[in-house]
């Protein structure tokens, strides 16, 4: 059985290191009976070294760049990542698109960094034409792959997709991992994961708060 994958995606919170401990040690205490899922924090890049006692919690990353080193000033490489204690990375988030014109082929490159590592990408779409062509991947590399369905209306505005709609969509996405993102809180996490199948879910503001975020993954735990 694939566990439920709860990814907090913390953007670019909190303010300060002992804030981002914090809040991790939090959401580490209250999930210490977690058996069926996947919990990922996914904090800015210069918290990671600090949340190195990860415990059951894993750490993402939310991107990265594909070339291993160099000069690339103000970059992160995957492999660093990989290096620093990551097992997964967001890729694509819309915020990335639209702020940082992320495109599709760049998508792709970090992609196949990331498999290239050993991380395991979470590529967010907005519509299934945002979604790589996998046909050259390996089988193995495809089990690897996470999509990220999250509606742009639904980000961080608090106006969640109902779930039959996003069960509309994801059923017209042909991958076995699809994670549903967009104002996901604890009263509607459950409904995306069994009313509309997904397998897990990328959760934004409501991950920045422990006692919400605990909710959250314990709707995972019951489903
Ligand atoms: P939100 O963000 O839960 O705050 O809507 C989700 C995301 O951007 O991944």
Same mark, same amino acid.
């Given at each position: ?37 996947e ?35 103000g ?59 996998? &046909?050259?991947?390996? #089988? !193995?590399? +495809? $089990?690897? =792959?996470?999509? *990220? ?10 106006k ?29 996490a ?9 397998q ?6 409501? &991950?920045?708060?422990? #006692? !919400?975020? +605990? $909710?959250? =993954?314990?709707? *995972?735990?019951?489903?």
């Open positions: 059985m694939k566990k439920t994958l709860i990814i907090a995606n913390w953007k670019m919170n909190p303010k300060t290191t002992k804030e981002a401990n914090n809040l991790f040690n939090s959401v580490k205490a209250g999930s210490h009976r977690i058996k069926k899922t919990v990922v924090i996914c904090p800015p890049f210069i918290y990671l070294p600090f949340l190195k006692e990860k415990g059951r919690l894993k750490l993402g990353g939310q991107n990265g760049f594909w070339e291993e080193s160099g000069a690339y000033t970059e992160v490489s995957l492999l660093m990542l990989k290096k620093i204690g990551a097992e997964y990375v967001i890729i694509g988030h819309s915020e990335r698109r639209k702020y940082f014109k992320e495109t599709n082929s760049e998508v792709l490159k970090k992609t196949k960094s990331a498999l290239s590592v050993g991380l395991k990408p979470i590529i967010c779409v907005d519509k299934v034409s945002q979604i790589p062509d996998f &046909s050259n991947f390996r #089988k !193995e590399e +495809i $089990k690897n =792959i996470i999509i *990220a369905y999250e509606p742009l209306f639904a980000i961080g505005t608090g969640a997709c109902s779930p039959k709609k996003a069960k509309e969509k994801r059923l017209l996405i042909k991958h076995d991992f699809v994670l549903y993102g967009g104002s996901v809180n604890f009263k509607n459950r409904d995306y994961l069994l009313e509309a199948g997904f897990g879910l990328l959760v934004g503001g409501a &991950s920045l708060k422990a #006692k !919400e975020f +605990i $909710k959250i =993954i314990d709707s *995972a735990e019951k489903n």
